[in-house]
């Protein structure tokens, strides 16, 4: 069993939106901070976005804030990545990441990734 499945990437415009998904199962969700990371080609996978396990924190990566809305929804175990005003800098290989932060350790979980190419 996958932990993580997103969907929701593709091919669109510059300016447009994508509403990224990402499904989790096998571990109790509610408990782990959710991150969505994306890495270009030739270039490090850098964080795009977090969301707190409640829910109620939520951080971005400079160059998305203002167009990127992370959201979550622990009765259906699954984080969204609402992007808008997509730039072609924003193409790249979109990764849900599961984490939690344990006395001692931490365990994570990644998707497979959702590739995202927007055209200009």
């Known amino acids: 069993q996958v932990p993580l499945v997103e969907s929701g990437g593709g091919l669109v415009q510059a300016g447009g939106s994508l509403r990224l998904s990402c499904a989790a199962s096998g571990f109790t969700f509610s408990s782990y901070a959710m991150n969505w990371y994306r890495q270009a080609p030739g270039k490090e996978r850098e964080l795009v976005a977090a969301?707190?396990?409640?829910?109620?924190?939520?951080n971005y990566a400079d160059s998305v804030k203002g167009r990127f809305t992370i959201s979550r929804d622990n009765a259906e175990n699954t984080v969204f990545l609402q992007m808008n005003r997509l730039k072609p800098e924003d193409t790249a290989v979109y990764y849900c990441?599961?984490?939690?932060?344990?006395?001692?350790?931490?365990?994570?979980?990644w998707g497979q990734g959702t590739q995202v190419t927007v055209s200009s």
């Open positions: 990441n599961a984490r939690l932060i344990e006395w001692g350790g931490s365990q994570e979980y």
């Open positions: 969301i707190a396990a409640a829910g109620g924190n939520t």
